[in-house]
T-cell receptor, first 112, second 114 residues
């Protein structure tokens, strides 16, 4: 079946470490993939978009990779801070040009 | 810009009642999306509009749900009659680049149907 998988278990890390979150998908051929951050009681906020022909994209302490062969995206937060604690959602178009479909998200907790 | 504005933020109603959720888009955006979020199913797309025209409503659960976009800046999502299984957070999002671009979400409307 077609699906987008993110770790359902929370990721707990120490402040200052690098957090790495995964997004795996099956049976899709997305043209791009997006990452969003969601805080409790708030709407998701866009972070980064990476296209199928891009291997890596960076924005400040954030880095996203996109491997269309492995059907996987990795989302890294370097020098993590407690303020980075949130749920992170990946989203992609199921096929080129289609609407966004979201994964269920991974909760990140950064402890001081 | 104020961003996407949703109302009400919280709604508690009884089964069988009509519920209307409202959304104001960001000025200049031409695409509007309604999502529903639950713990079990995550974020699910219900319907989206482009230039006020419904493009894809395949995610609308059943005939009890309807959405309108009477003008370029405003949309409503109506549930009639409501049922307890409709309890969820409903998000509205807008985009300036159609269905495949960055989405700007509102803060959501938390609906509880008793």
């Amino acid at each position: 079946s077609q699906k987008i998988e993110q770790n359902s278990e929370a990721l707990n890390i120490q402040e200052g470490k690098t957090a790495t979150l995964t997004c795996n998908y099956t049976n899709y051929s997305p043209a791009y993939l997006q990452w969003y951050r969601q805080d409790p009681g708030r709407g998701p906020v866009f972070l980064l978009l990476i296209r199928e022909n891009e291997k890596e994209k960076r924005k400040e302490r954030l880095k996203v990779t996109f491997d269309t062969t492995l059907k996987q995206s990795l989302f890294h937060i370097t020098a993590s801070q407690p303020a980075d604690s949130a749920t992170y959602l990946c989203a992609l178009d199921i096929f080129t040009g289609d609407k966004l479909t979201f994964g269920t998200g991974t909760r990140l907790a950064v402890r001081p | 810009d104020a961003g996407v504005i949703q109302s009400p933020r919280h709604e508690v109603t009884e089964m069988g009642q009509e519920v209307t959720l409202r959304c104001k888009l960001i000025s200049g955006h031409n695409s509007l999306f309604w999502y529903r979020q639950t713990m079990m199913r995550g974020l699910e797309l219900l319907i989206y509009f482009n230039n006020n025209v419904p493009i894809d409503d395949s995610g609308m659960p059943e005939d009890r749900f309807s959405a309108k976009m009477p003008n370029a800046s405003f949309s409503t999502l109506k549930i009639q009659p409501s049922e307890p299984r409709d309890s969820a957070v409903y998000f509205c999002a807008s985009s300036a680049t159609g269905s495949t671009g960055e989405l700007f979400f509102g803060e959501g409307s938390r609906l509880t149907v008793l």
